[in-house]
């Protein structure tokens, strides 16, 4: 059965880091697009960033280039996200997802994505 865990979440002061891991489980997922997306409470869901299956194409939402990481673990079915100099916006629950449909190109878009995890909560304090 098709499963992704996300873990690392928490609280943290703004300024701080966390690194978020998603584990695949499942399906070959090493060949398919992941994504990381998070959720406000009384926000919709957006994509933070994606990355292609060989680690080669990366996408960044504006709001964290620069700050966060998005990397694949060798054997493709781990999935990071760094986070660092966290601000009190980027209070969400994370989401990691999988695009089966795409090795290479990274969608923005979370109709895209066929594969998604339980979430972890990221808090930050000011």
């Known amino acids: 059965q098709e499963k992704l865990v996300e873990s690392g979440g928490g609280l943290v002061q703004a300024g701080g880091s966390l690194r978020l891991s998603c584990a695949a489980s499942g399906r070959t997922f090493s060949s398919y697009v992941m994504g990381w997306f998070r959720q406000a409470p009384g926000k919709e869901r957006e994509i933070v960033a994606g990355?292609?299956?060989?680690?080669?194409?990366?996408y960044y939402t504006d709001s964290v280039k620069g700050r966060f990481t998005i990397s694949r673990g060798n054997a493709k079915n781990t999935v990071y996200l760094q986070m660092n100099s966290l601000k009190p916006e980027d209070t969400a629950a994370y989401y990691c997802?999988?695009?089966?449909?795409?090795?290479?190109?990274?969608?923005?878009?979370?109709?895209?994505?066929?594969?998604w995890g339980q979430g972890t909560q990221v808090t930050v304090s000011s």
């Open positions: 990355i292609s299956w060989s680690g080669g194409n990366t």
């Open positions: 997802a999988a695009d089966r449909h795409n090795s290479l190109y990274v969608s923005q878009y979370e109709d895209a994505y066929d594969y």
